[in-house]
């Protein structure tokens, strides 16, 4: 039988979408039924195992499955001893501390003697012990945010992006203990067969995530201002420059970081640059 690398995503929820995106768009096909446990991809030596977030890390660990996509958060919450393999930068969010509104919060030692309901004990206590401020943590799995309403709990330490749930429950967002985004962990013990295949899909991965952090960037440019256009571009290779029928001109070829390109358009403007075309990379390898 064919050896596959079996991966581990959530079966429905926040990361769901995401984690078979990236897959998807390294050329990956499957038929992504998520009313299935197990499907296998079509052109590609992987499987997928559909699970809830929470058990991803302990069957990575446990060997059932080979690699997993899960928010950073439940991959330290759970600390067990896996291989980070990618920080893939989606489903960005935060664990806060909130607390009702009309609570005087002055920092961590506000919550000293406290109550605090979290789904992430582990994280909060690590940081009240930075912080030397002893609380109480009450574990909770889910509606965390209505605990202090019911009068369980003084504060609560919860996940957020928007802040829309809170602000709903009458919470205020008071300080943030940690951030996470979606993270690759991989089985520290994998057989070189499977390292192997890993080794494939990560070149894959790498290929789609630096495509996604790039635009390629086309001008005409008078000659004059070549150098200055280069330094401006900056990165990784000096850019392509073909000659135009105008000898005083030329027109410039080149890949600009997403982050900066509006900076590099608006110097490229000042520069002369004329015809100025930008387009998405697709993909990107070295
Ligand atoms: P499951 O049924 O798989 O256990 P869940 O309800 O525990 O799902 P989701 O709410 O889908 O989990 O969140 C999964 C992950 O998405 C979180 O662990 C976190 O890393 C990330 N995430 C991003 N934004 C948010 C947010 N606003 N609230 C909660 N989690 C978020
Ligand atoms: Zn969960």
């Not at 991809?41 to 058990?55: K, Q, T």
């Not at 664990?95 to 994280?123: D, M, N, Q, W």
């Not at 009240?128 to 003084?154: C, F, M, N, W």
Request: proline share 4%.
């Amino acid at each position: 039988m064919e050896t596959r690398l079996r991966i581990a995503v959530q079966k429905s929820g926040r990361l769901s979408e995401k984690s078979l995106k990236i897959i998807r768009d390294c050329g990956i096909k499957f038929g992504s039924d998520s009313r299935l446990l197990k499907e296998e991809a079509d052109n590609f030596p992987i499987e997928f195992l559909y699970l809830r977030d929470d058990d991803i890390p302990r069957y990575v660990y446990d060997g059932v499955a080979d690699i997993g996509i899960v928010g950073r958060n439940e991959f330290d919450e759970q600390d067990l001893p896996l291989e980070e393999l990618k920080d893939l930068g989606f489903s960005k969010c935060r664990l806060s501390i909130a607390v009702p509104e009309g609570f005087p919060y002055h920092g961590l030692k506000s919550l000293e003697g406290l109550r605090i309901a979290t789904s992430y004990p582990g994280i909060l206590a690590k940081k009240l012990k930075e912080a030397t401020v002893d609380a109480r943590i009450y574990e909770i799995s889910g509606s965390v945010e209505i605990t202090p309403a019911i009068g369980v709990a003084d504060a609560i330490c919860d996940l957020v992006s928007t802040g829309a749930t809170l602000a709903s429950n009458g919470l205020r967002e008071v300080e943030a203990i940690y951030y996470s985004t979606a993270i690759m962990i991989g089985h520290p013990g994998l057989s070189m067969e499977k390292r192997a295949i890993l080794d494939r899909l990560m070149l894959r991965v790498d290929a789609v995530m630096r495509a996604d952090d790039y635009k390629y960037i086309m001008f005409n440019l008078p000659k004059e201002h070549l150098d200055q256009a280069a330094a401006i571009i900056g990165g990784m290779k000096s850019p392509t420059v073909t000659p135009l029928l105008d000898e005083s001109w030329c027109a410039v070829q080149s890949v600009v970081q997403e982050s900066r390109f509006w900076d590099v358009l608006e110097q490229l403007k000042a520069l002369g640059a004329q015809g100025i075309l930008v387009t998405a990379i697709e993909k990107m390898a070295d």
